[in-house]
């Protein structure tokens, strides 16, 4: 059963899964302003490293759409550009760590830039909402494409019959396609690889025990929630043959940034000698990152955390592994082993 994470409407807007109404209610929210589109990607309504980038690019088109049939957007090549450049830095801004969103608008606006230098002011308009429709569907086509190269490449790591733990959620709600680790996963359910899936509940926003159980429920794959905290307990008993997971953005030396609690579920793992495998597209790496120590961290609301009033919280959304704690990473363009300094320089020569 597939529920699309975004589509078109008709008249050019977005429509956006409401992912914080999960699994009790499937809305669609339709956007077509800049505003809503950041709102929406703050508030988690629509996530996920390579989905945000591609929901923030159809939101941009949308908005340049809604505009340009209104009248207000600019008709004038220097205006036109000044108000894309805007709108895609307000976007890159609205969640700072998975760099997938900075990579996509980055795009966006070097097609439109590209573009429109061969365009009179007269066209201005219409090209620009034609080309950013275009790149943003170009964009969301690869995402699906990349999707399903790792899961072909990652899927004959695991044995048999694997029982495997993931974290957060990697799937069809957090990209373009198949998903990254739970895409992986998909397509070793299918191939006999995989039996059953220990899914970490991932607080404080449950993404894990709301949306990878409701994903893994509609696929028929085999699913048991536990909370964050008994992962140890789950892997010391020998119920994990692998971790598998996502990365919201890689550094140049390997380190991943990932939803919090990753870093714990990569030291569990070594201690237990499980394999910690991640998975992430060509456009999670940030090269320009040399470690972790270089990427952002997301700090969220404290109200996403109960406790007494006025207690004071702190709560980082993202944590960052180290390298040498992972086995593997899962790309599109195959699997790299460490060291990862020479792998991934190797993966983007
Ligand atoms: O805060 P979220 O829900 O956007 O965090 C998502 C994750 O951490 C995923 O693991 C990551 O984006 C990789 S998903 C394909």
Redesign the pocket.
């Known amino acids: 059963m597939h529920t699309d994470a975004v589509k078109w409407t008709s008249s050019g807007a977005v429509y956006l899964l409401d992912q914080t109404l999960l699994p009790d209610e499937t809305a669609y929210l339709e956007v077509d302003t800049i505003d809503a589109m950041v709102e929406a990607i703050r508030a988690?309504r629509v996530?996920?490293?390579?989905l945000?980038g591609v929901a923030a690019s159809m939101g941009i088109a949308a908005a340049a759409n809604r505009m340009a049939v209104d009248g207000s957007l600019p008709g004038e090549k220097t205006a036109a550009l000044s108000w894309l450049e805007s709108a895609c830095d307000t976007m890159a801004r609205a969640r700072p760590t998975?760099v997938n969103l900075a990579w996509a608008v980055n795009r966006l606006r070097s097609a439109v830039v590209e573009r429109l230098s061969t365009v009179n002011d007269d066209d201005t308009a219409e090209v620009m909402v034609r080309t950013l429709r275009r790149e943003a569907q170009r964009m969301w086509d690869e995402d699906a494409a990349m999707c399903s190269a790792m899961a072909t490449a990652g899927a004959v790591l695991l044995p048999a019959a694997s029982s495997v733990m993931t974290?957060?959620?990697?799937g069809m709600l957090?990209?373009g396609g198949i998903?990254?680790a739970l895409g992986v996963i998909r397509m070793a359910h299918e191939q006999g690889r995989v039996k059953e899936v220990y899914a970490c509940e991932a607080r404080p926003?449950r993404?894990g025990s709301r949306l990878t159980a409701w994903e893994l429920a509609r696929l028929d794959i085999p699913c048991t929630v536990v909370v964050d905290s008994a992962a140890a307990t789950v892997m010391a008993q020998g119920r994990v043959n692998a971790v598998i997971?996502?990365?919201?953005r890689i550094a140049a030396n390997g380190d991943v940034a990932?939803?919090i609690g990753t870093q714990n579920l990569a030291i569990i793992a070594k201690e237990y000698g499980i394999p910690f495998y991640v998975a992430?597209p060509t456009s999670t790496f940030d090269l320009d990152a040399a470690s972790g120590v270089a990427i952002p961290i997301e700090e969220r609301p404290a109200d996403e955390v109960a406790t007494a009033e006025g207690v004071k919280v702190y709560n980082p959304?993202?944590d960052v592994t180290p390298a040498h704690l992972i086995s593997g990473i899962i790309t599109d363009r195959g699997v790299i082993e460490p060291p990862y300094g020479e792998s991934i320089r190797r993966l983007f020569d």
Not at 47 to 50: F, M
Not at 167 to 170: D, L, R, V
Not at 245 to 248: P, R, T, V
């Open positions: 988690l996530r996920g490293a390579p945000i998975a974290h957060c959620n990697t957090a990209t998903g990254t926003l993404q997971l996502g990365a919201d990932n939803k992430a959304a993202f």
